[in-house]
């Protein structure tokens, strides 16, 4: 049997990190960035579908917790220390798959914007089986951090189990609004700006945004 040397064996340790760093650090995958941009082609029709064709001041009831806004990334990240954006990202498909059913779930069959809805909810799972794929097995069995647990379980609480001060209210397009601002914020590499400065997880990126849309036409 061939015993190596403690230096050999250091240095194996360490082309071992080598190898780990880049997989640890990989980009967004391409498929799923593609997947995720036609998602996004998709909520920019979002005010049409989700405010014109709704009662003015509607509201459906959702989870505390599918009130999800650029605020509750920033709190869970300063909450967890060193919280992987990996999880940030299972977390937020996981919150929306429950938003886009409740939206749906309104919706009579024949009302204009269900048609709409169904093909975002379909762009939605198109998304989320490339993201699953593009890790392996083993990262979706890996124990998440206590904080990202609790909101997980109440997400996935059956209904008649969740006490009614843990229910929210809000409107079809300020949960589709949250849904496209979160997406650019955890995923930042599949929407790349010309501009440095954009920042997609500060408020001020998105109320800069909201300015340019209301100022009117000279």
Not at 38 to 53: A, D, F, V
Not at 69 to 89: A, D, T
């Amino acid at each position: 049997m061939v015993q190596l040397s403690p230096s050999t064996c250091l240095l194996g340790g360490l082309l071992g990190l080598l190898l780990l760093v880049p997989v640890l650090t990989t980009p967004t995958p391409p498929g799923l960035c593609t997947a995720l941009k036609t998602l996004n082609g998709s909520l920019t029709n979002r005010r049409r579908y989700m405010k014109h064709n709704f009662p003015i001041n509607y509201t459906i009831r959702i989870h505390y917790e599918e009130v999800f806004k650029l605020s509750n990334i920033s709190r869970l990240k300063l909450r967890v220390e060193g919280l992987e954006e990996l999880v940030l990202q299972r977390l937020w498909f996981q919150v929306n798959q429950g938003v886009l059913k409740k939206i749906i779930r309104v919706l009579p069959e024949r009302h204009p914007s269900r048609p709409y809805m169904a093909e975002l909810e379909s762009r939605f799972r198109d998304a989320e089986g490339v993201f699953v794929q593009a890790h392996p097995p083993e990262v979706f069995q890996q124990e998440l951090p206590d904080s990202i647990q609790d909101i997980w379980d109440r997400l996935t609480e059956e209904p008649d189990r969740v006490p009614e001060s843990s229910w929210r209210y809000a409107s079809p397009k300020s949960l589709l609004d949250n849904f496209r601002r979160t997406m650019q914020c955890l995923f930042t590499d599949c929407f790349a700006s010309t501009d440095a400065h954009d920042d997609y997880c500060g408020v001020a990126y998105w109320r800069k945004g909201r300015k340019k849309l209301l100022q009117p036409e000279s």
